[in-house]
């Protein structure tokens, strides 16, 4: 087998583990936000103790990356892009984990479910934070730039919401409806969808970047 095959078999084996703990990642997420939606406990618990998986995964790619770049040399830019972006991205992928074992700990703190329904657009922002990340992750596995573009775009959105919750939950501690500590649970939150919408543009932004060399119109390789 030559060189080059042997090093196309282990691009498409970077991948695939991309893939996978793509995958693993959006599963947590899913189970996150609906132990949120729905105040689900039990299901809470178990986003946060089963984090680890996600971690070994990520260790794990990082690991073949480096290999990639130590012993195959890859000297095709397109190669290296793939590899570069593969780095970025599994830091990406590890960091939304966290943050939905982050969500997933505050909804077992919330003591009052009705705050939730006193904070009107804190469920919106969790379907359109969750769609992004969906989008983000299908746009890098199947090198759909237009759909990466998408997903950038979308951010205003979820910013404009992030505004919104914020808002709400200021005119709900001054009126004292809400316990304090719930309050600040649900603004927790509200920023951690905040920065799993960012993490899906940085997927993206990295996927514009394997496909075309460039991020943001900068070129780099």
Excluded at 7 to 24: I, V
Excluded at 102 to 122: C, F, K, P, Q, Y
Excluded at 148 to 163: G, K, M, P, R, W
Aim: glycine fraction near 2%.
């Amino acid at each position: 087998m030559t060189t080059r095959v042997n090093f196309q078999l282990e691009l498409e084996a970077l991948d695939e583990a991309l893939e996978e703990m793509a995958d693993m990642v959006e599963n947590n997420i899913e189970k996150s936000l609906a132990s949120f939606e729905k105040r689900n406990v039990e299901l809470a618990r178990e986003i946060v103790q089963g984090d680890r998986a996600v971690d070994d995964m990520q260790r794990s790619i990082e690991a073949r990356c480096l290999s990639l770049m130590l012993h195959q040399q890859p000297v095709v830019a397109r190669d290296l892009r793939m590899v570069s972006s593969a780095l970025k991205i599994v830091t990406d992928l590890e960091r939304i984990g966290d943050h939905a074992q982050d969500i997933a700990e505050l909804v077992l703190r919330i003591s009052d479910a009705n705050v939730m329904e006193n904070v009107g657009h804190i469920i919106e922002m969790a379907s359109k934070a969750k769609l992004m990340m969906k989008n983000g992750i299908r746009a890098y596995t199947t090198r759909n730039t237009e759909l990466a573009y998408q997903v950038i775009d979308a951010d205003d959105e979820v910013d404009d919401l992030f505004n919104e919750v914020k808002e709400e939950i200021s005119n709900l501690l001054q009126e004292k409806k809400e316990p304090v500590d719930d309050c600040v649970d649900i603004l927790m939150i509200a920023k951690y969808l905040e920065r799993i919408a960012d993490h899906a543009v940085n997927i993206c932004e990295w996927t514009e970047f394997n496909e075309t060399g460039t991020v943001q119109n900068i070129r780099l390789l």
